[in-house]
């Protein structure tokens, strides 16, 4: 039930997509510094065990005291684990390798589908008035990302434009109707993004063609480019926004960034 005496909360979306490689990480960081640039303030959480998402946010192995993990499975105040990062109103709750234990510890705890949930909307989460808390998931369908589904209003999918990309998405689909039917009814698809787009490359087009025939209004009219600024900004510790602000990357990221404003959540087929 609605808790009519507290604030609505920020909208809580989760970027994911068991396939390894396809632009969920830099699309969290990206799209989180974009929607933090138009004054929203953001909160991603890394949910990777890798921890590409704090590492390409300049958050250093040693400054990660507290993660995700404790998020999860320990009694701990969110001033301790939220971080800010170097983009003003973007914060980050980092991953250590520590989550991929927590994978297998969470099997034997009662709630441990709704860990994530509880802990985002703990009554302390109010005061830091984020509008928008981006999850970035790990390469599979692990409770890991069942915790991150059941949290979220709603799922993003990066879209790799390459051969196959389509192949995996049936299994996406399929868990987050699961999700639906059990955790989490409201669940809806945010929407489909095509990454690392070539359009000189016919293959590219081809993707684009069949997720849209496919999926139709569930895909995104912003494409991100294959752009090399947006893959050498993590090792300078940046979005790519801040990397370099007039790059074609930076700019389809502002761009999805706006059409997911305007966005009411589109219900999945
Ligand atoms: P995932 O989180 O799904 O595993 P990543 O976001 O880490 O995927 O991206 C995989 C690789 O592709 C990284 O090396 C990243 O820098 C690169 N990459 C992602 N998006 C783009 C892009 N638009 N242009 C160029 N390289 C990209
Ligand atoms: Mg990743």
Request: hydrophobic share 40%.
């Amino acid at each position: 039930m609605p808790d009519p005496t507290r604030p609505e909360g920020p909208k809580i979306i989760t970027v994911a997509n068991q396939k390894g490689g396809v632009g969920k990480t830099t699309t969290t960081i990206n799209l989180g510094a974009a929607l933090a640039e138009t004054g929203a303030r953001v909160l991603i959480v890394d949910l990777d065990p890798q921890g590409n998402a704090s590492t390409g946010l300049g958050i250093e192995a040693e400054a990660r005291t507290f993660t995700a993990y404790d998020l999860l499975l320990d009694e701990i105040s969110l001033d301790d684990v939220i971080q800010p990062t170097g983009v003003d109103h973007l914060s980050i709750i980092p991953a250590t390798v520590d989550l991929s234990s927590a994978d297998i510890e969470l099997i034997s705890n009662e709630k441990r589908s709704f860990l994530l949930h509880d802990a985002l909307r703990q009554p302390a989460m109010d005061a830091y008035e984020f509008e928008y808390i981006l999850i970035d998931c790990p390469p599979s369908l692990n409770l890991l990302t069942i915790n991150a589904m059941v949290a979220a209003h709603s799922i993003l999918v990066p879209l790799q434009s390459e051969f196959f990309a389509l192949e995996g998405l049936s299994q996406l689909m399929l868990t987050i109707r699961e999700i639906r039917q059990t955790a989490n009814p409201a669940l809806r698809i945010e929407g489909v993004v095509l990454t690392m787009f070539d359009a000189r490359n016919n293959l590219s087009t081809q993707v684009e063609q069949d997720a849209r025939d496919n999926l139709g209004d569930l895909v995104f009219k912003t494409r991100i480019p294959r752009n090399v600024r947006v893959s050498e900004a993590p090792s300078y510790a940046m979005s790519v926004l801040s990397y370099d602000p007039l790059s074609k990357g930076a700019q389809a990221y502002r761009d999805l960034a706006q059409e997911l404003m305007q966005n009411s959540a589109r219900i999945a087929a």
